[in-house]
């Protein structure tokens, strides 16, 4: 089983800023096939970005993905109000699909 | 425009078995896999397994074989999973989610349902 380890646990930022999220791998993740997900309290999580790179349908580009291997990396350039949430990592290039523990984002 | 809607939140005594469903619409149930994922509160995100609703074939997490049971009811684009032999550790929300055009992330979730297992 691939272990996703998400760092920072939390990001303390001002609207504005930039956030750098953190997403490494125990093993190499087949063929960058790892996606971000945004969760928000109360909802369900919502798909930003997948194959490591390419953000999803009506994702604005603020949010950028990259890495390969082990290590993979969500920005978000300038921080917007409705950003504010948790961040979560998975892997789907090999079975069981693992997440990471999540990064909350959270105002400063 | 895909839609998942879930079952609403149920209780359970340990013990128990509890069983919640998907309903698809706005696309063609058959031809994208179903996954369920959990979320106990105020932790993160858990895989369980997954369903082809074409075929019917499952797999699931070890942590959870035999004690899950995936199916789907393609003539009202549903798929249920249910969880026999609840803990208190069961209590958590539980989603389904869409895996994309040949199954890899997850496009569309559920709402979740909430279930909780208290005696």
């Known amino acids: 089983e691939i272990v996703l380890t998400q760092s920072p646990g939390t990001l303390s930022l001002s609207p504005g800023e930039r956030a750098t999220l953190s997403c490494g791998a125990s093993?190499?993740?087949?063929?960058?096939?790892l996606a971000w997900y945004q969760q928000k309290p109360g909802q369900a999580p919502r798909l930003l970005i997948y194959?490591?790179?390419s953000r999803a349908t009506g994702i604005p580009d603020r949010f950028s993905g990259s890495g390969s291997g082990t290590d993979f990396t969500l920005t978000i350039s300038r921080l917007e109000p409705e950003d504010f949430a948790v961040y979560y990592c998975q892997q789907y290039g090999s079975s069981p699909r693992t997440f990471g523990q999540g990064t909350k984002v959270e105002v400063k | 425009q895909v839609q998942l809607v879930q079952s609403g939140a149920d209780v359970k005594k340990p013990g128990a078995s509890v069983k919640v469903s998907c309903k698809a619409s706005g696309y063609t149930f058959s031809g994208y896999y179903m996954h369920w994922v959990r979320q106990a509160p105020g932790q993160g995100l858990e895989w369980m397994g997954w369903i082809n609703p074409n075929s019917g074939g499952t797999d699931s997490a070890q942590k959870f074989q035999g004690r899950v049971t995936l199916t789907r009811d393609s003539s009202i684009s549903t798929a249920y999973m249910e969880l026999s032999r609840l803990g208190f550790d069961d209590t958590a929300v539980y989603y389904c989610a869409r895996g994309s055009y040949g199954d890899y992330y997850f496009d569309s979730w559920g709402q979740g349902t909430l279930v909780t297992v208290s005696s």
């Open positions: 194959g490591a790179s």
């Open positions: 093993q190499s993740v087949t063929s960058s096939y």
